[in-house]
C-alpha cells in the first residue's frame, strides 16, 4: 500500500521535534495512520518501529484523546513508561502493570496487554475517549502463555480504536495483515527487511577471525568464504591427526577444547568489536563464563568509569537489606562490573539485571553473557552478538537453533547512530558445520503461528458479554481459526489431486469391475492385522515385564539378560511406579543404579533370595564391592541368553485366518500378472491411507476452536459456573481470575478450602497453583511445614483431581499439575524469615531457587494473593489475602519492582 500525502500537518509537527529523519518505511506508516488506517510494521529488531507508536500518542494527544501503549512483559512497560514521560512530561502519561498503578486516568496510558484485556472484559470506564492502541511486539501472539491474550484484544476491541501493531520480521506477514483486515477492517501493512546497521557475520576458529560470507556470495547464491572452508578442512585434519596418534578413532574430537572466554573479549577488544553480547543458553552458562573471566586478568573498563558505576549500582541496589548482600553475591557481581562484565538473565535479581542493563547502554559495561531472553524486547543493543553453540534446549530436548532464533539473537549487534555496522561471531566447534551457519544467516524465515485457544476464564467472559453464539462467532474469528482454515484450503487441493491419481491407477488395475481393487484391499487388510497383533505382542511383552519388575521385593537376585549390565544383580530398593518401574540395583560387577523394562526384552524371574544388612550406602566403593562379592557367592547362576520362542499370534487369530482364505480364494489370487499389479495396488493403497488422514485433519481442523468452547461451556454448566446459558454468581467470580489454574482457584474459594489459614500459610497452598519446577517435578505429594497448610494442599490437589477427570471426559486439555516446589520457601518469607532461609528451602531438592527466580515467583503468589482478596465472597479469605500480599511485599521482593 503506498500514500502519497507524505508532508501532512500532524506527521510535519512531529516529525520536525525528532532528532533524526524518518525512514521511508516510517514515513508510509504513520501516514496510513493519519490517513485513519490501522498499521501493522513488520521491520527488524532496531529499525525503529517504536517511531510509529510514538506518532499514533502524538495524534490521541493533538486530538485530545486517549492512547493506550500496550508491551508484553512488565519490564518492557517500565522503559516505555519513562520514554514517554521524558517527553511529554508526568502528567500526560501514566503505567499500570499488575504491581504499579501511575497516574492511570492520564490521556496516554502504557500497560501490559493483559491489564487492557482485563478492562475490556470488565467494560471499564478508562475505555472511554479511547482512540488509538498501539501494541507493542505483537509477534508475542505465539507464545504459548501469554499469545492469546494479543489475540483477545484485537478481537474484543471499538472497530473505532485505530490499532498499530509493531512486530518483528515474520514472513507471513501479509497472512496477519489479512487477518487483521478481516478483523479490525482497513489496515495498512508496512514491512521493512532492511537493517539500519548493516551486520557483518564471522566464523572465529580459535583465535582467528573469518568472514562467513563469500565476496561473490548473492541473494539467488550463498558461498561460504573460501579461507574459512580451507583453514577449518586443515584443522580438522590436524585434530584427526592427533587423535589417531593417541590411539582414537579420527571423527570429531572429544576433547575438544574452545578458546578461554577472557581470550575471546580481548580478541574482539583487539578487533575493535566491543561491547558485546554472548549469548550462552543456560543460566549457569552465564554465570560460569563471568566467573571464568573473573579468575583471568581481563580489564574492560576504565579506572574513571568507577564513579559513574557505582552510582548506577547505588540507585538500584541501595534499598536492598544490608544482610541479604553475602546471599545475593552482591560483592562478586559488583567487581565484575567495575571489571566491564556481567550476566544477565531471568535468575538474577531484577534489581541487579536492570542495573547491567543501564551500565550497558551506557557503555560503562562492555561484555555481557546473556540467555536468550534478552533478545526479547529489552532495549540492550550491542556492537556485536557472539554465539557459542548452535543449539539450545527447548524445554524437552536439544535442538538447534532455527533461522528465526539466529536472526532474533543476531539482531542485537549495531546500534543505530553508534555504530557504522553490527557484527554476528560464531564460535567454531568440530560440530560446527560452516554451511550450515551460511543457511542459518541467509534464511529470513520467521512465521507468526497463533497461540489462541479457550480457556476456562475467556469463555466465561465471552458468554458474559456476548452469549453462546456470538462467542462461537468471535472464535471463528481468530487468526488462531483463520491460519487453521487457510490449511485446510492446502489440504482440501491435496485431496482433490490425490483423488485424481486414484482414478489414474484405480483404471490401470482394470476399474471397478475387474475384482483386483477388492483383491489388493484384501492384501492391506492382512498387512495391517499383521502389524496390529505385532504390536499388540510387543505391548503384551512390555506389560508382562513391567508386572515382573513390579512384583521384585528386597534381596530378589536376578538376572539381566542382555546388554551393558548383563549377568546377576541384587534388588536394593524395589519399585512399583506404575507403567515405568526403575528398581536400584547392584549388579556382580559392582555397578549400582536403577533398572527399567527395556533391560528386560523376557520379563525378570527372581533366581532366589539374598540377606541384605539394614542400611546400605551403595553410593561408597567399599559398600559395592562387598555386595558384589557376596552376590557372586551366592552361587546363583545366571542363565545364558534364551532365544524365546516367538508365540504364534498369528498363526492363532481367526480373523487373520479368515482374510488369509477370502485372499487365497478370490480369483485375481491366480492371474499371471498378479504381483506387477499388486504392486501398482500398493501404491493405490497407501494414497488411498494418506487421503484418508487429510479428511480427518480437514474435519478435526473445521470449527476446531468453536468446538472446544463448546466442551469447556459444558464442563462449566456441569459444575454450575453457567446454567442455561447464563453466567452464575459462582462464573462470574471466575470470570475475574485470570491465572493458568483459574478454575481450581475459583472451586477453592466457592468451597471455602483455604478458610482458617494464617497470611503466611494462605501464600505456601497458593503458590502450588503458579509456581512451575525448572526440572518437571510437579507434584510431589502433600507436604508443607505446617498441619494446615498440608490440609489445603491436600483438599486444592483434590480439587484438581477431580477436574483432570472431568477434563478428559469432555476431552479437554488438561490442567497443569500443582507443584509443591515453593511452599515452604514463599512460607518461611512471609511469616518473616530471612532470604538464605527462604532461598534454601525453595525450588527442587538440593536445588535452591536463584534470586531471581525467588523473586519472580513471589511476585506472581503476590498476583494471585491479590485476584484473591479482590474476588473471594468470605470476608475472612479476602482480608487474608491482603495480609500475605504486605507479608511477601518487603525486602529483595519490593525493590526495583519490574
Not at 500496550?70 to 514521560?85: E, G, R
Not at 549487534?413 to 550450515?436: C, F, K, M, N
Request: hydrophobic share 40%.
Amino acid at each position: 500500500m503506498t500514500y502519497h500525502r507524505s508532508h501532512s500537518g500532524e506527521l510535519t509537527t512531529f516529525s520536525a521535534q525528532l532528532k533524526f529523519r524518518l525512514d521511508p518505511f516510517q514515513r508510509t506508516a504513520c501516514t496510513a495512520l493519519e490517513e485513519g488506517h490501522s498499521v501493522l510494521v513488520c521491520a527488524p529488531t532496531g529499525a525503529g518501529k517504536t517511531v510509529v507508536g510514538e506518532f499514533a500518542v502524538h495524534l490521541a494527544l493533538a486530538a485530545s484523546g486517549k492512547c493506550f501503549y500496550t508491551t508484553p512483559i512488565k519490564a518492557l512497560s517500565n522503559q516505555k513508561f519513562a520514554d514517554l514521560t521524558e517527553r511529554y512530561g508526568r502528567e500526560r502519561v501514566g503505567l499500570l502493570t499488575g504491581d504499579q498503578s501511575i497516574n492511570p486516568d492520564a490521556p496516554v496510558v502504557v500497560m501490559t496487554t493483559e491489564v487492557l484485556r482485563n478492562m475490556l472484559y470488565a467494560s471499564s470506564d478508562a475505555l472511554r475517549g479511547l482512540s488509538y492502541v498501539v501494541m507493542d511486539e505483537v509477534h508475542y501472539l505465539a507464545d504459548r502463555f501469554r499469545g492469546a491474550v494479543w489475540e483477545e484484544v484485537i478481537l474484543h476491541l471499538p472497530l473505532d480504536v485505530r490499532l498499530v501493531s509493531l512486530s518483528a520480521t515474520v514472513s507471513n506477514a501479509e497472512e496477519f495483515g489479512a487477518w487483521m483486515e478481516t478483523v479490525r477492517g482497513d489496515t495498512a501493512v508496512v514491512v521493512d527487511e532492511t537493517r539500519p546497521v548493516p551486520l557483518w557475520q564471522h566464523v572465529m576458529v580459535g583465535r582467528r577471525m573469518f568472514d562467513l560470507f563469500d565476496a561473490k556470495s548473492s541473494e539467488q547464491k550463498v558461498l561460504v568464504d573460501e579461507d574459512l572452508v580451507r583453514f577449518v578442512r586443515h584443522r580438522e585434519q590436524q585434530d584427526r591427526m592427533n587423535s589417531w596418534g593417541r590411539g582414537g578413532r579420527g571423527g570429531p574430537r572429544r576433547d575438544f577444547r574452545p578458546l578461554p572466554r577472557p581470550e575471546v573479549l580481548a580478541k574482539l577488544d583487539e578487533e575493535g568489536l566491543l561491547p558485546a553480547i554472548t549469548f550462552i543458553f543456560s543460566r549457569a552458562g552465564c554465570d560460569g563464563a563471568l566467573a571464568q573471566c573473573l579468575r583471568s586478568r581481563l580489564e574492560l573498563s576504565r579506572e574513571e568509569d568507577t564513579a559513574a558505576i557505582d552510582a548506577i549500582i547505588e540507585r538500584h541496589t541501595g534499598d536492598l537489606p544490608r544482610a541479604d548482600l553475602e546471599v545475593l553475591g552482591y560483592w562478586e557481581w559488583r567487581e565484575a562490573l567495575h571489571r566491564g562484565l556481567a550476566a544477565h538473565h531471568a535468575g538474577m535479581l531484577p534489581a541487579f539485571r536492570h542495573a547491567v542493563e543501564e551500565l550497558f547502554v551506557n557503555g560503562l559495561v562492555r561484555a555481557v553473557f546473556a540467555t536468550e531472553t534478552l533478545a526479547l524486547g529489552i532495549n540492550m543493543p550491542a556492537r556485536t552478538v557472539v554465539l557459542e553453540r548452535l543449539v539450545k534446549f527447548n524445554g524437552e530436548t536439544h535442538a538447534e537453533l532455527t533461522p528465526g532464533e539466529y536472526t532474533q539473537l543476531t539482531g542485537r549487534a549495531g546500534r543505530r547512530g553508534i555504530d557504522v555496522e553490527g557484527h554476528a561471531v560464531v564460535l567454531w566447534q568440530p560440530e560446527v558445520d560452516t554451511s550450515a551457519v551460511a543457511g542459518l544467516a541467509s534464511t529470513r524465515t520467521y512465521p507468526l503461528r497463533s497461540s489462541f485457544r479457550p480457556g476456562y476464564n475467556m469463555s466465561i467472559n465471552l458468554i458474559d458479554r456476548m452469549g453462546a453464539d456470538e462467542s462461537r462467532a468471535l472464535l471463528e474469528r481468530s487468526f488462531a481459526q483463520f491460519q487453521a482454515d487457510r490449511s485446510v484450503v492446502g489440504l482440501v487441493r491435496g485431496i482433490e489431486r490425490n483423488e485424481g491419481q486414484l482414478r489414474g491407477l484405480a483404471d490401470q488395475l482394470g476399474g471397478s469391475e475387474s475384482g483386483f481393487l477388492e483383491y489388493i484391499s484384501l492384501r492391506d487388510r492382512i498387512k495391517q492385522r499383521e502389524r496390529q497383533l505385532e504390536q499388540q505382542r510387543r505391548t503384551d511383552r512390555r506389560g508382562a515385564a513391567v508386572e515382573a519388575l513390579v512384583a521384585l521385593r528386597r534381596g530378589d537376585v536376578v538376572a539381566i539378560p542382555t546388554g551393558r549390565r548383563a549377568g546377576l544383580a541384587v534388588i536394593l530398593e524395589p519399585d512399583a511406579t506404575p507403567g515405568d518401574p526403575r528398581p536400584l540395583v547392584l549388579t556382580e560387577d559392582k555397578w549400582a543404579g536403577r533398572i527399567s523394562v527395556a533391560d528386560f526384552p523376557t520379563p525378570a524371574q527372581p533366581l532366589g533370595r539374598m540377606r541384605l544388612p539394614r542400611r546400605i550406602d551403595h553410593r561408597t566403593a567399599r559398600t559395592r564391592s562387598d555386595l558384589a562379592s557376596a552376590l557372586r557367592n551366592t552361587g546363583f547362576m545366571a542363565p545364558g541368553t534364551q532365544r524365546r520362542g516367538r508365540r504364534a499370534e498369528a498363526a492363532d487369530d481367526r480373523e487373520l485366518a479368515t482374510l488369509r482364505r477370502s485372499l487365497r480364494a478370490h480369483p485375481a489370487h491366480h492371474r499371471a500378472d498378479r504381483e506387477q499389479l499388486s504392486r501398482i495396488g500398493e501404491r493405490y493403497n497407501r494414497l488411498r491411507r494418506e487421503t484418508e488422514t487429510m479428511r480427518q485433519k480437514v474435519a478435526a481442523t473445521t470449527n476446531s476452536l468453536a468446538r472446544t468452547f463448546d466442551r469447556i461451556l459444558a464442563l462449566l454448566d456441569e459444575r454450575g459456573f453457567v446454567h442455561e446459558g447464563e453466567v452464575t454468581a459462582d462464573g462470574r467470580r471466575l470470570a475475574r481470575i485470570y491465572a493458568e489454574s483459574d478454575l481450581v482457584i475459583a472451586e477453592c474459594l466457592r468451597r471455602g478450602i483455604w478458610r482458617g489459614l494464617g497470611p503466611a500459610e494462605l501464600a505456601g497452598v497458593a503458590s502450588i497453583l503458579v509456581f512451575e519446577s525448572r526440572q518437571e517435578s510437579g507434584f510431589l505429594g502433600v507436604s508443607g511445614p505446617t498441619a494446615p497448610i498440608r490440609r489445603a494442599v491436600g483438599a486444592t490437589v483434590e480439587v484438581w483431581d477431580e477436574l483432570r477427570a472431568d477434563e478428559a471426559r469432555h476431552k479437554l486439555p488438561p490442567t497443569r499439575e500443582p507443584d509443591v516446589g515453593f511452599v515452604t520457601g514463599v512460607y518461611k518469607w512471609a511469616r518473616g524469615d530471612g532470604l538464605a532461609d527462604s532461598l534454601l528451602a525453595s525450588g527442587d531438592r538440593g536445588n535452591p531457587l536463584s534470586a531471581g527466580d525467588f523473586v519472580r515467583w513471589c511476585r506472581q503468589v503476590i498476583d494471585l494473593l491479590d485476584q484473591i482478596h479482590s474476588t473471594a465472597d468470605d470476608p475472612e479469605i479476602a482480608s487474608t489475602a491482603a495480609k500475605s500480599v504486605r507479608a511477601i511485599r518487603r525486602g529483595v521482593v519490593a525493590v526495583d519492582a519490574a
